[in-house]
Each structure stands twice: as structure tokens, then as C-alpha cells.
């Protein structure tokens, strides 16, 4: 054990783990405590051989010398009667208690001490090195918390703005767990990535030259012989006298905007808790006539051109050459469902009465009514919410006579559009999101929709 000891205070830089030094201790304290046992065995028996010594002693004093009278004491020695002496207190040599070699066992327990102390300081150094080790791991840490609780708070604040709360609970329903404003602002962000993502594709569709056939005038003077010929007659002539109607003085109809020559209105109606406000909108376009308005709206073979929030939609039927059976589905707006609608698009030519300013000729108007019916080759399905529609474009072509005998450019023609829509979008959509949404949509539609035309038509022949 002395040998282990010393083997090991020896090197006390012997491991450098705070595991190979707790290792160490436990050696240490195993050794230690056999030399404390050693060592109170010796002390034991020192404490033995002196309380004899001290008995042996106090009875020589004590007793009568008349007891033994042939015995004296001298010093240190005892005088017998036979005339020899012997020592009076036998001295005790360090090995005779146990065979205990006390000398060595104290260095021994010295240098046991010492490793001890030696690896208990080590111990500390680590423990020490290994808190600032800790502390510093502790601060980044808390630092990685610290930056990943802001992430989260922003995230948490911009998914609000955006398509945060996902899963049926949270999406257009009776049950909807989503209030108003968060519907609102869901919808809002993803308009404006639509927007961002029609900008960039928005130069490329206008490089591509789709031909697009304009079949003769006359074509568009009548109604047809289809089987939905009258309900096509009834509509335009419901739009002619309705639609063209002035608003003013009407309190029903609020302006809620007002760009240049554009106006829009809307009469706020509700039914059975469905937003039904109908819109009217007015502008007035330059340099294009109100064939070639209508012509782009009403063609489906230029409708992904200018049309950004159609999916996908196809030509469910034929029914003349100025009437067809649409049906498109719409992209969807997150947290609103999808709408998909099924309507007959008719495109007609009407003689104006000219009862304008005298100096401007209006030559004729052109119609385009979109209204909703059914087909059973487009059923309602549960994928998609069934909007309902009922949608004019109305175009009068106006022309300010050139001076002298100059032919009529497009410097001289104006084409005042008058939009209305009436749509009952279905589903649960909140009032106040539909009445947002129509107020940012439809003057956009409206901009980008002449803008479009009048790239089309800037450098071709103009088409009355």
C-alpha cells in the first residue's frame, strides 16, 4: 500500500480527466484508510505496554519493603537477593508493538496525505476549468434561446399576415377558428405574392403573338339560335337599361374609388349572411374602340394573357359563334376555399343612338354578358365552393372627327367601358374580407385588363 502511494504522488499530473482523478481518491481513501487502522493498532499498543509500565511501577513503590526485604531499588534497576539486577522499565523498540515499523508507516501516511491533497487540488483545477467550460456554453445557450424566442415571436407575427393557421379549423367554414382580421390579412399576402409572381411572367406573355381570328361583324348582331338564345336576350337588354343607368343622386351606390378616369362603385347587399354587393365600375380608355375591348374579354383563346386569377378553365360547349359554355376554376386564396364557376359568355354588337355631343360620333356598343347556368358535363363537386356570376362589360366607341380629310387614328377614338358584376361568391367567406378584397381587386382587374388591350391593339389596324 506504502508503495502504491507513493507510485502515485509520485506523478500528480497522472490523468488529466476529472473521472481518472475521482478514480484516484478512491485508491487513496481505500489506502488511507488501512494506515489509519495500521497506525491505531501501533497506537493502541503503545497504550498497552505504558499503563503496564505504569502498573508494574506503582507497585514496586507501593509495596512493604518488610514484603521484600532482599529486593532495593537503585535507579533505574532492581537489586535481587541473589545479588543481580534487572532493569526496572523494559524500553520498547518501534517494531516490538505488532511488528508495526511505525517510521515507515508515517511516511507512508505523509505521502498518502499529500496525494490527496495533491489530486483534490487537481480535482478542483478541472472542476474549476470545466465550470467556465459550462458557463460558456450556459451563455450561448441562452443566447441560441434568446435568438430562436425572437424568431419565433417574428414568425409567429408574420404568419399571421400570411398562411399561418393551417388545417381544416382554421380555413373557410361555418366553424372557422380564424377571425376576421387574420382571414383578412392570410388573404391579403397571398394576393400580393400572386401579384409579384404575375409582374415577372407579365412581360413574356405580352411578347407571345397569340392569333386571335375576329370573325365578321355581323355575327354579333343577333342573338342565335341556341336553346339558351332568349335567356342570352333577355340579359343584354336587362344591361342596356339598367347598367348604363347614371348614378348619381342614387344613395343606394357609394363611390369607394376614384383613379383618373376610372370610378367604382358598390351597393352593399347581403342575403342569408352572403356578401352579394353588386359593382359598377366606369372608365374611359384611349385609343381603342369597344370591339376590340370586348373581343379580348370575351375571346378564351387570349384569356391566360390577361386573366390572373383563373387556375384552369376550358370550353364546356359551343353554342354559337358569339356564345360558349366557360368553365374555370379560380387559384385559391389560403384561408378561403376554392371557387370554381360555370357561366355562358355571349358577345353582342348593338346600335347606339347617337345622343352625345355632336362633335363625337358614337359608332356602336359592345357587349359582353357572362351569366352562371348549368351543364351536366360541369357538375358542382366538394373540391370547390360554386360562385354564382352575373357580369357585363358594356364598350361605347367614341370618335372625335378629324380635322380636314385626314383618316380616323386611334388619337381619335375613345372607348368608355362601364363594368358590372354581381357575384354571390358562396361559402362562409367574412363580409368585411369580401367587401376588402372586391375594393383591391377590381380596379386592378379593370388597369391591367385596358393596359393589356391597348399594347394588343397599339400597332394594328383599328377594328370598329
Known amino acids: ?44 499498543g503503545c497504550a498497552d505496554a505504558v499503563s503496564k509500565d505504569e502498573l508494574q511501577r506503582d507497585t514496586i513503590v507501593d509495596d512493604d519493603e518488610d514484603d521484600f526485604p532482599n529486593t532495593r531499588s537503585d535507579g533505574e534497576f532492581i537489586h535481587n537477593n541473589n545479588g543481580s539486577k534487572e532493569k526496572l522499565f523494559q524500553s520498547l523498540s518501534p517494531k516490538d508493538i505488532n511488528g508495526i515499523d511505525f517510521k515507515g508507516e508515517a511516511i507512508t501516511f505523509k505521502a498518502t496525505t499529500a496525494g490527496i491533497l495533491a489530486t483534490l487540488s487537481h480535482c478542483i483545477d478541472l472542476m474549476v476549468k470545466r465550470e467556465d467550460s459550462w458557463q460558456k456554453r450556459l451563455d450561448k445557450e441562452l443566447e441560441k434561446r434568446r435568438r430562436i424566442e425572437e424568431g419565433y415571436k417574428s414568425a409567429l ?82 344591361h342596356m337599361t339598367y347598367s348604363l343607368q347614371d348614378m348619381g343622386g342614387d344613395a343606394n351606390w357609394q363611390l369607394v374609388v376614384e383613379e383618373g378616369e376610372m370610378k367604382v ?22 385609343g381603342v374602340t369597344g370591339h376590340e375591348v370586348c373581343h379580348y374579354f370575351w375571346d378564351t383563346d387570349v384569356r391566360n394573357d390577361w386573366e390572373t386569377t383563373i387556375e384552369n378553365f376550358n370550353v364546356v360547349e359551343t353554342l354559337s359563334e358569339n356564345a360558349v359554355i366557360v368553365y374555370q376554376t379560380h387559384k385559391r386564396v389560403w384561408p378561403a376555399s376554392q371557387r370554381d364557376v360555370l357561366y355562358l359568355s355571349a358577345m353582342r354588337k348593338i346600335l347606339a343612338n347617337n345622343e352625345n355631343d355632336p362633335d363625337t360620333w358614337l359608332v356602336y356598343t359592345w357587349l359582353v354578358c357572362n351569366f352562371s347556368v348549368d351543364h351536366d358535363n360541369a357538375m358542382p363537386t366538394n373540391r370547390c365552393v360554386r360562385a354564382k356570376i352575373n357580369i357585363a362589360m358594356i364598350c361605347q366607341t367614341l370618335v372625335s372627327p378629324p380635322e380636314g380629310d385626314r383618316e380616323i387614328s386611334r388619337d381619335n377614338i375613345t372607348c368608355k367601358i362601364t363594368y358590372v ?44
Request: charged letters at 30%; a negative charge; glycine letters at 6%.
Open 1 to 44: 500500500s506504502g508503495s502504491t502511494a507513493m507510485s502515485l504522488v509520485s506523478y500528480p499530473g497522472h490523468g488529466h480527466s476529472l473521472r481518472e482523478k475521482l478514480a484516484e481518491m478512491e485508491t487513496f481513501r481505500d489506502i488511507l484508510c488501512r494506515q489509519v487502522d495500521t497506525l491505531q493498532k501501533y497506537f493502541d
Open 157 to 238: 407575427s408574420e404568419l399571421k399576415k400570411k398562411s399561418h393557421f393551417r388545417g381544416p379549423d382554421y380555413e373557410e367554414g361555418p366553424n372557422s377558428l380564424i377571425n376576421e382580421d387574420e382571414f383578412f390579412d392570410a388573404v391579403e399576402a397571398a394576393l400580393d405574392r400572386q401579384d409579384k409572381i404575375e409582374e415577372q411572367s407579365h412581360t413574356e406573355k405580352l411578347r407571345i403573338q397569340r392569333s386571335s381570328p375576329v370573325p365578321p361583324g355581323d355575327v354579333y348582331s343577333t342573338m342565335g339560335s341556341h336553346r339558351f338564345a332568349d335567356k342570352v336576350e333577355e340579359m343584354v337588354q336587362n
Open 265 to 286: 362603385y358598390r351597393r352593399e347587399v347581403e342575403e342569408n349572411g352572403i356578401v352579394l354587393d353588386p359593382l359598377k365600375a366606369t372608365h374611359s380608355v384611349k
Open 421 to 464: 358584376a354581381n357575384v354571390n361568391p358562396g361559402g362562409w367567406a367574412p363580409a368585411s374580407v369580401l367587401r376588402a378584397v372586391a375594393k383591391r381587386e377590381y380596379p386592378k382587374f379593370l388597369k391591367r385588363f385596358t393596359g393589356y388591350v391597348q399594347e394588343k391593339t397599339s400597332v394594328k389596324p383599328i377594328l370598329f
